[in-house]
């Protein structure tokens, strides 16, 4: 807190301090406003106001049993349901003390990453629309729907697709793709690209179609680069805004992209690993400046390597069941206490599970990665400008 008075007094100006909220509509905050204090144009004080969208989830977990909470946890990430589901999965299956099929193991992986990328491309997506870059907002907006349309082709939904599973998941992938899903992909390939994909890129074969996918994501990586991220426009924004240096970082417990664009390494899919990622190989992205233009670099090298443990997934994939023969609705879960964690999107997502030996939980504790990301909210935003906060 000292320290915190000292930036406070070094960044006031000395007029009239103005006092105003900001948010909860701000397309930015949606489940949370700031209090913010400024000082001419400088911010002197932030004060997140979390819980606008609180439900007590934790709680509402100990009246739904352990295959219909999965849906119910999904909720507090809609756009990364697999990343919140996975973790309380692993950490039944701790408690049952099970081991899931082997292809099971890849189809959890496979569409991990793409909720990853779909979670990465709408963060760019709003990051257009805070910067007044709406090329970027329609380009990251409609690259997304094709991967999407791959969460439904596996899952049967877009997202909150309820699609993980104690033991396993739901159902297998299809053998085949819809025509209707080819020829949409077909005309926007040769609306972005430039030309008509190759014959084989437009196989109505499962695999071949998620590498088409994956690789059209490629190209379209390269594009993002040349016109976002290496605009001067754009740099001019990020650049060595909301810094956060690496012992910061760490104090702050932070999670995340914004963890390892401090330049800390670590990610629990390599530090923890679970499911297929043992056996895939892939890098974890880290930067050493801090801003927000680091920030940015991580989640864009993060979708690479997203699209890279995908391929690698679905050419690895082995035949077998994809679920355990106990079915789902009669899961006896004996007594104990476990905890599991994954890697979403946002950062890492805690469980810590404690069974009675019913077939409800009797408590669960959940850590989710953006609650962890507001101490640091203040530390970046004092001494910045009113028009960084989107950014930052």
């Given amino acids: 807190m000292l320290e915190e008075k000292k930036k406070i007094e070094v960044y006031d100006m000395g007029g009239p301090r103005l006092t105003f909220s900001y948010g909860p509509q701000h397309p930015g905050t949606g489940h949370f406003r700031m209090t913010v204090t400024v000082s001419g144009d400088t911010i002197v004080d932030l004060e997140p106001d979390p819980g606008f969208v609180h439900r007590g989830k934790e709680k509402m977990a100990e009246y739904k049993t352990w295959i219909t909470n999965i849906p119910h946890l999904e909720r507090p990430a809609i756009l990364d349901a697999a990343g919140m589901v996975i973790p309380y999965c692993l950490t039944v299956e701790k408690l049952m003390e099970v081991e899931i099929p082997e292809r099971a193991k890849y189809l959890r992986t496979i569409v991990a990453e793409l909720d990853r990328i779909a979670s990465h491309l709408y963060w760019f997506s709003l990051y257009g629309v805070f ?64 030309r008509e994909p190759s014959q084989e890129e437009l196989s109505e074969d499962f695999k071949k179609y998620v590498l088409a996918v994956a690789h059209f994501m490629e190209l379209r990586l390269d594009h993002y680069y040349e016109m976002f991220f290496n605009s001067e426009i754009f740099l001019e924004r990020v650049r060595n805004i909301g810094v956060l240096k690496r012992e910061d970082a760490i104090r702050l417990g932070v999670t995340g992209t914004t963890l390892r664009a401090s330049g800390v390494k670590y990610d629990t899919r ?52 994809f679920k355990l023969k106990q079915h789902p609705l009669v899961i006896k879960v004996p007594k104990g206490e476990a905890v599991g964690r994954a890697e979403a999107a946002r950062g890492e997502i805690l469980y810590y599970i404690v069974s009675d030996g019913t077939d409800k939980p009797y408590r669960l504790r959940m850590i989710t990665p953006s609650f962890r990301l507001l101490p640091a909210l203040k530390h970046l935003t004092i001494g910045a400008r009113i028009a960084d906060i989107p950014p930052i």
Avoid at 157 to 172: C, E, K, L, M, S
């Fill in 131 to 194: 910067l007044g870059h709406t090329t970027m907002f329609l380009w990251c907006v409609n690259d997304r729907e094709f991967i999407l349309d791959l969460s439904q082709l596996i899952t049967g939904q877009r997202f909150t697709h309820a699609y993980y599973i104690p033991g396993g998941v739901r159902n297998d992938a299809p053998k085949q793709v819809p025509k209707e899903l080819i020829k949409e992909f077909k005309y926007y390939y040769s609306r972005m690209i430039g």
């Fill in 270 to 321: 390599v530090n923890d690993p679970y499911d297929a990622y043992p056996f895939l190989n892939f890098e974890i992205p880290v930067r050493d400046e801090g801003d927000c233009y680091a920030r940015a670099m991580v989640g864009y090298q993060e979708i690479r390597e997203s699209l890279k443990i995908i391929r690698q997934a679905v050419e690895q994939m082995p035949e077998g069941p």
